[in-house]
Each structure stands twice: as structure tokens, then as C-alpha cells.
């Protein structure tokens, strides 16, 4: 088969090559799928780049990726199915993310076929394509893990989504709509008109408009880009709000080469201990299967609505990940093997 071959750490233009390599074997709990979407996104970036380095120890490989096919994301058929494999059977359309554990580290989805656990996958509905299915993965199990329990809190709840153009913050807006919060989305003047498809009640131009001195008060602030210390928010955060920090480097601009984001992340978590409005790090997160159960009914029910800015063939994943590093993408990245 084909598939995207990541020789080492650096430019994706110099480290990632298409090769003939051998179509993977099917375990007896595993689905082998054809491939028909693999989504780009910012673990993929960072993996094939290597930065920031301390990456590479957890997950990946130090000194190169191990497995060699980058992508984590995908939607595909069912080709076969190992002996004690029951919940698929050959000719499902299925999406899921291929890698367990620790986000930095390949998942071999950008190629024309891959084997994978069942409990990783779900059925795609009938009403999503398979290049939308493919983006939910990996963004919706962060938005679904670091999102406040919005409906415990009751309808009303005024929540800000900064940097709420990009995959993990265009499905926060779009889980705190569906609870019936008033949602605040920050992000580039040209993707405005993308926010209010979302669902934003109000969209604000991070390049004229500072949100931290608006004089607004949000009960939840979730930062997805982290442009703004937390010192800052705490003037537009609610006596008793929740601040969370997904954090992001910003594809190497931001941060420490070595270290990226975590210091700043530690320190909050530090924090979390004495002000109530940091709220703890969710150390367990829901069961792959449970999630992708989740997904599969949001998506069937329209609560989530993928957007798909454009898509790439297997040659053309470094021009993707260059166009995902650019910030200019009104939507998501997809990679179609074919």
C-alpha cells in the first residue's frame, strides 16, 4: 500500500516521503479499515517536527517516530476483521483515532489502509461524510475532557472560547451551545463568518479587540491558545468562574524549543491548589469507546457540524501541515489517501 513515511524530526517538506511499505495484518481484536479520510492537527504537527523536543520522550521516540506513518484521525471501510471482533463487520463505515495513551506519537492513519483496536472506532453516521467524521477524533476527546460540565451548571452560562476557529475550539462552541450557554468566540478577523456558522452568539476580532479589558464577565474562560496570562482573564472571569488552558505553542513561534507550554501549564496546575477558579486536570479521562459513542451520537444529532476547509492527497501532506501552521485555514485539514 501507500502511505506517508516520516523519516525523522524536522521540516515536514524534508522528513515525509510516500512509500510502498506492506498493508498491516489484522489482529484478533482489531478492524483492519481502507482509509478514505485522515484529519491534520496540531499533535500531528508537533510529531513530525519534534517540537518541542521533550515530546520525543514521551511517546513518540527520541530520536525518531516510532511508528514511521504519521496521522491519528480517520474515517474509513472496514476491510476485515480479526477473529474476536464483534461489533464490525466488513463494508461499515467507521471513524475513530488509531493511538491510545499519550497524544505525541504517530498513529499511522495517513495511508491507504490500518489496522486498529474496535473499541477505537464507531460507526459514522449516515448524515456526515467521511472527511468530516475524520476531524472529530482527537479535538472533540480534548473539548469533551477539558470542557466544564455546562449542563450541571444550568442554561445561561456565559462561556469564552478563545482561539474558537481551530478544531478544538469549533467544537467547544459547539458543545456549550447545545447545553444553552451564551458563547463568546475569539479569533482572526477572517474567520468570524466561520464562528457564527459554529453557533457564536458573539464573535470578537482578536487583532482589534483585546477580550481581557472588555468589561465582560464570562462564567467559564476556555483558552485554547493561550495568548493572554491568566492574570489577565481574571479581570473578565466571574467571582466564581472556571479558567481552563488547553495551551498551544503556536507550531514553534511560542514557548521554549525544549520545553514548549509546560512550564506555564504547571504552573496553573500549582495554582489550582489555592484558587478554585483553576480547576485540577482531568487525570482520567472517558473510555475510548464511551467517547467515540459520544461523538458517533453528536454527530448523528447535528450537535456537532464539522466544517472542512480543504482537502490533500497523501503527496501533498506537507503543503496541509504547512497550511495548518499558517493559521489560515477556514476549517479543517483533511488528507484523502484515495
Excluded: C
Excluded at 467524521?133 to 444550568?154: M, S
Excluded at 452560562?157 to 476557529?165: E, F, I, S, T, Y
Excluded at 464577565?217 to 491558545?225: G, K, R, S
Excluded at 459513542?293 to 492527497?313: C, G, I, K, Q, S
Amino acid at each position: 500500500m501507500r502511505a506517508v513515511v516520516q523519516a525523522g524530526y524536522g521540516d515536514p517538506a524534508e522528513v515525509l516521503a510516500v512509500r510502498t511499505v506492506r498493508t498491516p495484518t489484522v489482529g484478533d481484536d482489531e478492524v483492519r479499515v481502507r482509509v478514505r479520510a485522515a484529519s491534520v492537527h496540531p499533535d500531528v504537527w508537533h510529531v513530525v517536527t519534534g517540537l518541542p523536543r521533550v515530546l520525543r520522550g514521551m511517546g513518540s521516540g527520541v530520536r525518531r517516530p516510532t511508528p514511521r506513518i504519521p496521522g491519528t484521525d480517520m474515517a474509513g471501510e472496514v476491510e476485515s476483521v480479526g477473529a474476536r471482533v464483534t461489533r464490525f463487520g466488513p463494508g461499515d463505515a467507521v471513524f475513530g483515532e488509531t493511538i491510545t495513551g499519550m497524544q505525541w506519537r504517530n498513529g499511522a492513519a495517513y495511508a491507504e489502509y490500518l489496522t486498529v483496536a474496535q473499541d477505537a472506532l464507531a460507526k459514522k453516521p449516515a448524515n456526515v461524510t467521511f472527511e468530516q467524521a475524520a476531524t472529530v477524533p482527537t479535538a472533540g476527546l480534548i473539548a469533551l475532557t477539558n470542557l466544564p460540565d455546562l449542563e450541571a451548571r444550568g442554561a445561561g452560562q456565559r462561556v469564552l472560547v478563545n482561539g474558537a476557529g481551530g478544531g478544538v475550539g469549533a467544537i467547544a462552541i459547539q458543545l456549550a451551545r447545545s447545553s444553552g450557554a451564551h458563547v463568546t468566540a475569539v479569533d482572526h478577523t477572517r474567520k468570524l463568518d466561520l464562528l457564527r456558522t459554529l453557533g457564536a452568539d458573539r464573535v470578537v476580532d482578536h487583532t482589534t479587540d483585546d477580550i481581557t479589558r472588555s468589561g465582560h464577565q464570562f462564567d467559564v474562560v476556555f483558552d485554547v491558545v493561550g495568548n493572554h496570562p491568566f492574570s489577565a482573564y481574571r479581570r473578565v472571569l466571574a467571582t466564581d468562574g472556571t479558567y481552563v488552558l488547553i495551551g498551544h505553542d503556536h507550531f514553534g513561534t511560542q514557548g521554549r524549543r525544549w520545553l514548549g507550554s509546560i512550564p506555564r501549564m504547571f504552573v496553573l496546575m500549582a495554582r489550582s491548589t489555592v484558587d478554585r477558579r483553576l480547576p485540577r486536570p482531568p487525570f482520567a479521562t472517558p473510555g475510548r469507546r464511551e467517547a467515540m459513542d459520544r461523538f458517533h451520537d453528536l454527530l448523528a444529532d447535528a450537535t456537532l457540524a464539522p466544517v472542512v476547509d480543504r482537502t490533500f492527497t497523501l503527496d501533498q501532506v506537507p503543503d496541509a501541515l504547512a497550511l495548518l501552521a499558517s493559521g489560515r485555514a477556514l476549517g479543517r485539514i483533511v488528507i484523502t489517501p484515495g
